[in-house]
């Protein structure tokens, strides 16, 4: 009784372990074909600096808002 237990604890651990390695391997690929296929668009600097200034006085705005 205690070897089947034994077998079927191996078995089992087994069976967990590939099912892990299999879902980081297919995780990998996948981030490597999303990556490739549908990059991430890259923005200006100078377009991405303005958006920043104005969120930042929004959100400054806000909070004088809030306090008075």
Same mark, same amino acid.
């Given at each position: 009784?205690? $070897?089947?237990? +034994? =077998?079927? !604890? @191996? @078995?089992?651990? !087994? &069976?967990?372990?590939?099912? +892990? $390695?299999?879902? @980081?391997?297919?995780? !990998?690929?996948?981030?490597? =074909? =999303? !990556?490739? #296929?549908?990059?991430?668009? =890259?923005?200006?600097?100078?377009? %991405? *600096?303005? %958006? ?6 929004? &959100?400054? $705005? $806000? @909070?004088?808002? #809030?306090? *008075?």
């Amino acid at each position: 009784m205690i $070897a089947q237990g +034994l =077998v079927l !604890t @191996v @078995v089992g651990m !087994t &069976v967990v372990f590939l099912f +892990l $390695a299999l879902l @980081v391997i297919l995780m !990998t690929v996948l981030s490597a =074909v =999303v !990556t490739r #296929y549908f990059p991430e668009p =890259v923005m200006d600097v100078a377009e %991405s *600096s303005g %958006s920043k200034n104005a969120e930042i006085a929004a &959100v400054i $705005a $806000a @909070v004088k808002a #809030y306090i *008075s």
